[in-house]
């Protein structure tokens, strides 16, 4: 069984509205299992729908990139550890939305990723992941460890 994911909502001011201009950030902690992503990504992008999020970026921007970063730290970074988690952290601003994702794992080299699109990597099943987040997202920033990965969408 797989334990149940825990959401905190701050609010960065005194105000209760989900109007752009008062900024708040959403922290998720998903369990390492697969079957958890579908659920954490609806939840996280219906609390960016809200927080006026362009309704298509976040039915598709936002929760492939979000899927793909979640799906890697749990597959890659925890490597399917049970024990592990994944934390997710949402900062919206009146500016923009960033998602970051940490995982409990080593790390990886993000400077040393081939380039799916490549003739040889076309029929490659794995790789293309973080080549879509770089597609979707505006800004995509990884810790030194390589554990941890920051999308950043800005408003348009």
Request: glycine share 6%; net charge negative; aromatic share 6%.
């Amino acid at each position: 069984m797989t334990a149940p994911q825990k959401l905190l909502i701050r609010r960065h001011s005194g105000h209760a509205s989900d109007a752009p201009d008062h900024p708040f950030e959403i922290s998720l902690r998903v369990p390492t299992a697969l079957e958890v992503v579908e659920e954490a990504v609806d939840l996280v992008a219906r609390h960016c729908l809200a927080s006026g999020l362009a309704p298509r970026s976040a039915r598709f921007n936002l929760r492939v990139a979000l899927s793909e970063a979640l799906s890697n730290a749990i597959v890659y970074g925890n490597r399917l550890d049970p024990h592990k988690f994944v934390d997710v952290r949402v900062v919206v601003t009146a500016d923009s939305f960033s998602l970051h994702v940490q995982d409990e794992g080593e790390g990886f080299d993000y400077g040393d990723l081939p380039d799916p699109t490549v003739p040889e990597a076309i029929e490659a099943t794995e790789g293309r992941g973080l080549f879509l987040i770089r597609q979707l997202m505006d800004d995509v920033q990884f810790n030194e460890r390589g554990n941890s990965i920051c999308m950043t969408m800005r408003r348009a």
